[in-house]
């Protein structure tokens, strides 16, 4: 009954259902059994997205509320969203811009507030350059798998995925392959850098 | 989307989604004809098909003007003796209804499926319903897959099952088995078959549903219902038993509710200790098998996605059979009857069963403590329909008059949210025409304005509008025409003259149907002028008021995702905006009321653009009082032709 | 027709059919708007509602293009707070069937009762299917009254339950309630109550079913049925139980059943020996009422009309309850499950169930040792549709195609029967066109040609139409346009320009609408002229075969029975037709091949012609080869003009 | 739990839905109950039609088969093809002109050879001139209404039906009222002198 349950989240629009792609192809890659439960439809068009992936003895698509170990988000806002997901001190990687809702006349929390609400709660908050890197890296639709990236260095994605699976997924899944699989190092080596220190 | 993994190599294993899966498996049964109305959470299934028929030149795949059209056509290819697939939302089989009923009394000769794609939740659409009461009502056997996993060996089954019985089959999945994904392997694909072609012999008696025939087929259909009931508990691989044959306890998983059974019994070391009944066929009730399954046990519990109906089906039989035993579902209160099922759900209805003091997914749930603004989903940057709705709402005013905004089912409802709240109904495919007849003559102090989408108008607009003109009912009809069906995914339509096949189709007019069906007054302006649009709006509204006959605007502009995947095609991008800060004064207007989700407002109020996400519609600049916005650079006239008549290839 | 006995002076007594009376409760109770697309047996409910409107001024009525346009007329009249009643056959659900989904989610504001008109038996319908699964599938309660005695106060009843509850309701008769003619006392209509007006009040959070409000709503749903079901159990009016308290025995009679129950037992002494639970609101079931009723009960006997529902639902309640009786009823296999109820079916059933060794309505069937000939319903002599059947079937031979006949649901479905045979398909309104665009891809051996009358291509050709056009499918579409809605008996649709209120209405043309919808080949011939037909026919088929693409022919002539209607209020009459005996050749073509009803074969095998029968059309002497039918006297041009132009009023 | 059941059959267009009609307002101005259950729709074209009328203390509207105390048909071949609903015994009133279904090819048995079967099943069978009488009267369309008549004569109806009801009945409900009237007494005339001979 071994398994790991990933929170995918962010904005419509930002990348979540090709992260969760690679993520399953790599562990078909690696032997691996995968459920991978997406959100289609109307919430695409800019609306909040979150993507169940579900790795190992696993039967259901869904992570139940407070059963997620971690969580990769494009956006802080939906991180906070759907931290509901996942277990006490699990690890979020999420990227540092937020992007506001546009509906007008409403508050918009704080990159600070978030992170310290979550903090509060014991999760293991990663704030991740991860839009910023992967403009610079010149994909800038590569945030998810610089998250990917930097969430792989941590070792908790090791047991089901080996990182040669993650190279051979984005390279058959994904457009542009070689810039993506250099977003993922980036990502890998930024955490290196950033989580050793 | 291509979901190029339909074809993928036989004996590789893919990563699929469930309705790439379910298309995979029409594919290796060799089904020969896929009609379709795309519709969440469908959709997948026939675009996968049209992908595949593109590169193998078969099956036969269209995109059909509505459910309806979409089931009828499967029946007349399956009466060919060819097997058939018409696929579509659950709400689709609302408006396939008709035929889905007669289809029961006809029998099919090749075979055929339909697939119901039911959403428990909600997650694109306006209702909740449990489609397998239309199998029971209709005397029409559902399959109903045990998840994704299950998805292309359910749907051989389907068809197997149909060509068996010579009778139609439906297929229900769910939101949570059509778009997960799960590895699946791929077996072969015989391209003769998918290629052939039916004949038709004909055989009144059957297919001529007069009431001297239908009156025999009636006797002979509640006989057959029996016999596919007793074959269904012979069917081994979509109906079985596992686990402990003389445990107190059977545990009935439907569909789904298996995955969600089987995760949990296993979770709690149980597999072996309780029995656990999968029904991947559940309607007809599996009689025999469910009767021999019940004997002697003390406690039954039922997992069901939807409405408690096999429970309910199951008790009544129970009553019938002297089965006593506790009952745990739905139908007792034990499982919530709302929404889309979760492991925690099922495992709190297991728990209360078993008596199960541990649990494994009914974690407490952590909320931190910030509020967290909704991010409903909106209007993309650069959409035509903002700039008509802003168009609309000027010219309502200036022709003083009280609207009524009748909705309809496409992206425009998001015009529902504020800053427009420019959608006061929302029903179903058709409802903004349809309510707007009624509104007309039931009330005058308001004038209904019917806001309806061009896939839809071509899908169920046309009877209404032919209604509004006989009655002449006073109201205006909007056709918001960005040349595809947008909601979904960007399937072409009738006004598109592009087929699912790739090959060349023929383009209707929304004009000449409008004017086709006697609407007298008819325009078209260009949904990105929102100059034209007020006018052209206040001139139909005077004309409405005075005549008090239906007008009919089309408002023209290609969904602005279309024109961003032509340009990326050919080269042609559009020029971001920005703003003047020397001339923006911070009114707010773009970032409020015009609401543009690429405009935001800097600390002084003022505005500035999102370069990643303006599209370079260039509405802003026409709505800005203070002219602040400007291009970047020269705007390409290419660019300019492709937001009006980029389409779908 | 004009049933003016709906207009009874009030606290009279008077016969009125069951549907005439539904008409009357409507109007007591003070619906002001009633929509309704015309479908045996539901139509005279319109058509009453429509002389009242014309006598009286309200209330608003309109014959709709189709059920799912009436439907949403409703219920957008419904929300703007007036009571309104949408009329349709059982099979008009179907087509309605998206909008009454949602409506159950939005509920209404006035009220709103929707007419379900099912059809046991199946007298004048494609299907029997029974819509009390509708109520419980769509959550909608069903009123089902106990016979045409019980009609009016049941529609009142419904029209009460749906402003109490603001939801729908559908009412659900049957051929014998609504066909059947009772002794009825008329009450007071409140004349401005029914012409009165309502006013629209925005509530998008009611209104408009995007998810984060349907998914509210849908809670709401699920908790309002339950205490729609408590208010059932206490509803005396519509529900309630008499005979003897302490009876081992209870019988459940839900609405028809009744009467059926009552009068056997009745009529065996035993109506205060056994308790008698009269239900004629059973969905959603009235739980606490039958759990009240059922308790210590040996024996209970369900007599229901349609499938086993409310038995169904009845022991999976009785399961729950530890109710634990004898059932005797169709599901447990006393009762027949296909078509009508009659009293000896139902005696059958009491009889087994009591040990009754008398009985009453039993008695052995007396048949007559003589081989009687079938009467099955034909075309009219003089009817257009043979005249069309007749050059389209030569048109065929002379194109050296092999048709399919995708006919559809109209008169000219008698075309199935011989000599023409020419349907081969009949599965529901607008299937002809459907069917074809199937074959027309899913075969390529014959040509599909599409049969469908005028009503029905505005009801639903229109977008099988557009599908046509759009993927291209080669199909020939024959609209047999006679002026009106033939088969319920004339009445007016949205080609004719003649309203349900007797106002001017704007009349369609078939011809613009098929080219509006971007058919390039369409064509108008007169139906009573054989040669035109034959020609034109056969130059349509060579473009189809040629161009791969749908052709459409519209052909126009009266109904007969309008044009003699209509020539009688302006006296102008047909010359009857005479055979020259010298001409005639005995061959036989007239009366066999060509097979009007007004013509008989003499002895020695000549022709001749009953002249109370003959209309008068002259298509005799058109097909005969050798010349031998002349009218009697000169043909007034003025008959020849009726029989193209005459209309419904 | 008295009650008279009278089938009517005859040929769709014959006027049996009208005849059905006088009967039930001459009950109901008799102060009777009355239940009539007819055929609409498709079998109106031509088609064979039988309604059901039921007087006295019933609830349901079909006759049963076997149950019939009498019958007024307009058709030798639909008097024989619902004679399943009547009693042994029972009367048949039927018109003498057989209308031959237009259907190719097919048998039309002789109105002796029916007569005949009816009689040896124990039916009493009057065979009525109606459509010659009434046409005789200048209402060709009456002939339902002569064979109401003839039947009233007979006494059979007396017990639910005043004669007056019936003259009441015809002048409320049909075209014609004066020429039907003719034509009713006619019946009774006919049936008069006929049945008493």
């Known amino acids: 009954m071994k398994s790991l349950n990933i929170v995918l989240s962010g904005v419509g629009g930002q990348g979540i259902i090709s992260l969760a792609n690679v ?37 259901a698509p869904l992570i139940p509320p407070g059963n997620g170990d971690l969580m990769l988000s494009l956006d802080p806002i939906e991180a906070a969203r759907y931290s509901v997901y996942l277990k006490k001190g699990s690890m979020i990687f999420v990227d540092n811009n937020i992007t506001p809702p546009p509906l007008p006349g409403i508050k918009i929390p704080s990159l600070d507030e978030i992170v310290e609400s979550l903090e509060k709660e014991g999760f293991d908050i990663i704030v991740v350059p991860a839009v910023d890197e992967a403009k610079k890296a010149g994909n800038p639709l590569g945030a998810n798998i610089f998250l990917l990236g930097a969430s792989y260095q941590t070792g908790i994605l090791k047991e089901y995925i080996n990182e040669e699976a993650i190279i051979d997924a984005i390279r058959k899944n994904l457009k542009k392959p070689e810039k993506n699989i250099e977003v993922f190092k980036r990502g890998k080596k930024w955490a290196e850098e950033r989580l050793t220190r | 989307m291509a979901h190029r993994e339909v074809l993928a190599e036989p004996g590789s294993r893919v990563v699929m989604l469930g309705n790439v899966a379910f298309a995979r498996g029409a594919l290796e049964y060799g089904v020969s004809f896929a009609s379709a109305y795309p519709g969440t959470p469908s959709t997948e299934i026939t675009e996968a098909l049209s992908y595949a028929s593109r590169i193998l030149g078969g099956p036969y795949v269209e995109w059909s003007a509505n459910e309806k059209v979409a089931l009828e056509a499967a029946i007349g290819a399956a009466l060919t003796g060819i097997p058939a697939l018409a696929s579509m939302k659950h709400v ?26 039911d ?33 292309k060996t359910a749907i051989i089954e389907a068809f197997k099952l149909s060509e068996k019985w010579k009778h139609p089959v439906i297929l229900r999945t769910t939101t949570r088995v059509s778009h997960t994904r799960v590895i699946v392997e791929a077996g072969e694909i015989d391209i003769a078959k998918i290629k052939r072609k039916g004949t038709f012999v004909k055989n009144p008696e059957k297919y001529t549903l007069v009431p001297v025939h239908a009156r025999r087929l009636r006797e002979e259909l509640v006989e057959k219902w029996e016999k596919i009931s007793n074959d269904l508990s012979q069917n081994q691989v979509l109906n079985h038993a596992e686990g402990n044959p003389d445990s107190e306890t059977l545990v009935v998983a439907i ?254 007019s929304i004009v000449d149907a409008a004017k086709g069906l006697g609407v007298e007054y008819v325009k078209v302006i260009d949904a990105f002028n929102i100059a034209e649009g007020e006018k052209e709006f206040y001139e139909a509204l005077e004309y409405v008021k005075k005549e008090r006959k239906p007008a009919l605007i089309v408002a023209k502009g290609a969904c602005i995702l279309l024109a961003l995947a032509a340009g990326r095609r050919i080269g042609v991008y559009p020029i971001v905006y920005r703003v003047d800060d020397d001339k923006c004064t911070a009114c707010g207007l773009c970032y409020k009321a015009f609401n543009c989700p690429a405009i935001y407002s800097k600390d002084d109020g003022k505005a500035y653009i999102n370069e990643l996400l303006c599209t370079g519609c260039g509405e802003c600049a026409q709505i800005c009082p203070f002219d602040a916005f400007e291009p970047v650079d020269e705007v390409p006239p290419e660019w300019l032709r492709l937001m009006r008549e980029a389409k779908p290839t």
């Not at chain 2, 009914?362 to 509020?371: G, L, R, T, V, Y």
């Not at chain 2, 006061?424 to 003559?441: F, R, Y």
Request: net charge negative; glycine share 10%.
């Open chain 1, 23 to 59: 993520i399953a192809n790599a562990v078909l890659e690696s032997g691996g059994k995968v459920i991978v439960a997406e959100t289609h439809g109307l919430s695409q068009r800019g609306g909040s997205v979150i993507v169940h992936v579900r790795i190992g003895d696993v039967e």
């Open chain 2, 92 to 117: 689709g089989v609302n408006v396939a209804a008709d035929p889905l009923f007669s289809s029961a009394y006809m029998g099919v000769e090749g075979a055929l499926v339909i697939v119901s794609a």
């Open chain 2, 119 to 151: 959403d428990p939740g909600m997650w694109s659409s306006q209702n909740e319903q449990d489609n397998r009461w239309y199998g029971i009502h209709a005397y029409i056997p559902v399959v109903e897959p045990a998840g994704a996993q299950e998805a």
């Open chain 2, 255 to 508: 569909g789904l509710g298996y995955r969600y059974a089987k995760e949990i019994l296993a979770a709690h070391g149980l597999l072996d200790n309780v029995r656990l009944l999968k029904l991947s066929a559940p309607v007809p009730l599996p009689k025999s098998l469910l009767l021999n399954e019940a004997e002697g046990r003390e406690k039954i519990i039922f997992v069901e996605e939807g409405d408690p109906v096999i429970e309910t089906l199951s008790k009544a039989l129970f009553y019938d059979y002297n089965v006593r035993a506790e009952i745990y579902g739905k139908g007792t209160g034990h499982l919530k009857k709302t929404g889309e099922l979760e492991l925690h759900h099922v495992e709190k209805l297991l728990a209360k069963a078993l008596e199960l003091e541990k649990t494994y997914f009914s974690h407490a749930m952590i909320k931190p403590d910030i509020k967290l603004p909704p991010r409903p989903p909106v209007l993309c940057p650069g959409c035509p329909y903002r700039a008509v709705f802003y168009a609309l709402r000027r010219a309502v005013g200036k022709a003083r008059i009280r609207p009524i905004y009748n909705g309809d089912i496409g992206c425009y409802s998001l015009g529902v949210n504020p800053p427009f709240q420019m959608q006061d109904t929302i029903v179903e495919m058709g409802g903004s025409i349809g309510l707007a007849n009624g509104m007309a003559h039931a009330q005058d102090d308001k004038v209904p304005i019917a806001i309806i989408g061009d896939s839809t108008f071509f899908h169920a607009g046309l009877p209404g509008l032919a209604n509004a003109v006989y009655n002449r009912s006073p109201m205006l009809v909007v056709v918001l025409d960005n040349r595809t069906t947008a909601m979904t995914g960007h399937q072409p339509h009738p006004g598109i003259g592009v087929t699912a096949r790739g090959v060349e189709g023929t383009e209707l």
